[in-house]
């Protein structure tokens, strides 16, 4: 017999994040979640501080349910441009949201997709200073 607990043994922390979703939320973060997995073959999805964390190189983003609703929050986002201006305006001073509305339709999924590959983009620089930095000078 197959129990509940049992089945949430067998997922990954994270689809244990998705299944705990409201379902006015699921298939909003569904499709966040699809849009950020197919952005790069570098892509990495796992459970940090109880959220799904996506890492193209290093920490680049991750989805969180608060008391507003879901959000996209962008770990290096003050350094982004944000051309189709997504993000909210919040008290971050690194981090920059984005906040979906809760009918997966009307996500506007092209601009997205230009701000997930902005921030891989970025995620990509930072890396290769990163290791710049580190390697020794002759």
């Known amino acids: 017999m197959v129990t509940r607990s049992t089945t949430l043994d067998r997922m990954s922390a994270v689809d244990a994040w998705f299944e705990g979703l409201p379902d006015e939320w699921a298939p909003v973060a569904a499709e966040l979640r699809e849009l950020l997995l197919s952005a790069s073959p570098l892509m990495k999805e796992e459970r940090k501080y109880g959220l799904p964390f996506y890492s193209h190189r290093r920490w680049m983003c991750y989805l969180s349910l608060q008391k507003h609703g879901l959000?996209?929050?962008?770990?290096?986002?003050?350094?982004?441009?944000?051309?189709?201006?997504?993000?909210?305006?919040?008290?971050?001073?690194?981090?920059?949201?984005?906040?979906?509305?809760?009918?997966?339709?009307?996500?506007?999924?092209?601009?997205?997709?230009?701000?997930?590959?902005?921030?891989?983009?970025?995620?990509?620089?930072?890396?290769?200073?990163a290791l710049t930095k580190r390697r020794p000078r002759s």
């Open 71 to 129: 959000v996209l929050g962008f770990v290096a986002g003050v350094h982004m441009l944000d051309a189709e201006q997504l993000f909210a305006t919040t008290d971050h001073k690194l981090i920059r949201h984005y906040m979906p509305p809760r009918d997966p339709s009307k996500l506007p999924l092209e601009a997205l997709r230009r701000l997930v590959q902005e921030a891989i983009m970025l995620n990509d620089e930072l890396a290769l200073q």
